[in-house]
């Protein structure tokens, strides 16, 4: 066999069904040639592999476990200590902490006990605009911006809530970056594959 | 894995988290010396850098840890667990990608048979074996990097369509869809003109 024919009958061999339960094996025609020439011999392996699938599970190094553990240390998750990681923002502007929100009641907010102030304060340093965008504005990025008038890194803003309502939201960091709240106490699924922080005032 | 001994290890990584979350402090470990394999593998596979793996294995554990209060403990911990990572190790990969565009062009299929041609004192099967993994990684890191989680969750790492469905936060048919085009991505990969 050339290595033109196997090529063909290689090609044949790898349009078949692959579904669940399909035999691996491959023709023994296939085999033989592969086995024998160093042009066809690894791609005949590479196919073997992705078609039985578990054969590339990668063993960890040995003691990886073990090194894990001892560089975590010990402790509690706290979730007051937690820090997002911040991966959408160049170099020096990888770590964002993110103070959550404060909630304010003041007397002159209400409104005859139907709406709360809510105080939002978020510490993004190197944002260039925050939003803070809930399905009280109807997920509008341009309807509340927070502010940093004073140039320190948390941005802040104010907002009247309806009392005895269930508020989700996220942050909107230039526009472009979502994150949820880290210190809001609830989480549920945005159903985009992330999370909205929940607000139950 | 029977149902059976899947519903034991999930009673047990509950156990771990609850136990984690009460300040149990050797806890955790029982997590990280379960998952630690698996994340390796599914963190090789996708940035198919052994160093890089290992890094990015104890930073998925490390980011899981710090984000357990905020697990419900209604759900399975295993795709919890796994959807951080797949996550983390997209940003990575969105990251290695930018730095390592280069490194693309090194890797076309022709020149890798030459170098293999031109290597001394190897028994050629073992050289084909090894060129085999090497060759079968290049296909999935040809992939579009949806396509490749996907293959890498079900066939590699052997998670159902369901599971891989609540991983990735898509639905069971888009799953199915992947990994056609998966397959087909890495038939026409290894059968595709730089062999010819």
């Known amino acids: 066999m050339t ?29 033989q040639h592969g086995e024998h020439c160093s042009r066809c011999g690894p791609r005949l392996q590479a196919a073997l592999l992705l078609v039985e699938g578990k054969s590339l599970d990668r063993q960890a190094p040995p003691g990886l ?22 991966i959408g923002i160049p170099a020096a502007a990888l770590l964002l902490i993110a103070l959550g929100f404060l909630l304010v ?19 993004a340093p190197d944002a260039r605009e925050v939003s803070v965008v809930g399905n009280w504005n109807r997920w509008n990025p341009a309807a509340q911006k927070l502010k940093d008038p004073d140039g320190d890194g948390v941005w802040e803003i104010e907002i009247h809530l309806n009392k005895g309502e269930e508020h989700q939201y996220q942050f909107l960091i230039d526009g472009e970056n979502w994150i949820p709240d880290p210190e809001a106490p609830l989480q549920v699924e945005d159903g985009f594959g992330g999370v909205n922080s929940v607000l139950q005032i | 894995m029977t149902e059976e001994s899947q519903k034991h290890k999930d009673a047990e990584d509950l156990w771990a988290v609850q136990a984690t979350l009460k ?7 029982t997590i990280v010396r379960r998952y630690t394999p698996v994340l390796y593998s599914l963190a090789y596979r996708l940035l198919g850098e052994g160093e890089e793996a290992e890094d990015a294995v104890q930073e998925i554990l490390e980011k899981a840890f710090k984000n357990l209060p905020r697990f419900r403990i209604n759900k399975r911990f295993f795709p919890w667990l796994y959807t951080i990572g797949v996550n983390h190790l997209r940003s990575l990969e969105r990251r290695r990608r930018r730095r390592s565009r280069l ?29 085999g993994e090497r060759l079968a990684q290049q296909a999935l890191e040809a992939l579009r990097v949806e396509y490749r989680e996907v293959f890498i969750l079900r066939q590699i790492q052997d998670l159902s369509v369901q599971e891989v469905a609540e991983v990735l936060g898509i639905p069971e048919g888009t799953v199915k869809t992947y990994l056609h085009r998966a397959r087909k991505g890495m038939i026409d990969f290894l059968t595709g003109s730089g062999w010819e």
């Open chain 1, 3 to 31: 290595c033109e024919q196997w090529s063909m009958e290689f090609k044949q061999w790898l349009d078949r069904d692959w579904t669940d339960g399909a035999d691996p094996s491959c023709p023994p025609s296939l085999q």
């Open chain 2, 103 to 131: 490194r693309i062009v090194s890797s076309e299929p022709g020149r890798i048979l030459e170098s293999i041609a031109s290597e001394q004192g190897n028994p050629v099967e073992q050289r084909e074996l090894r060129e």
């Open chain 2, 23 to 29: 300040g149990n402090a050797d806890a955790f470990e």
């Open chain 1, 65 to 86: 476990a073990e090194r894990i553990v001892e560089r975590m240390g010990s402790g509690t998750p706290i979730r007051s200590k937690a820090w997002l990681p911040w």
């Open chain 1, 105 to 123: 009641l003041r007397a002159p907010g209400r409104s005859a006990g139907e709406t709360i102030v809510v105080r939002f304060e978020l510490q």
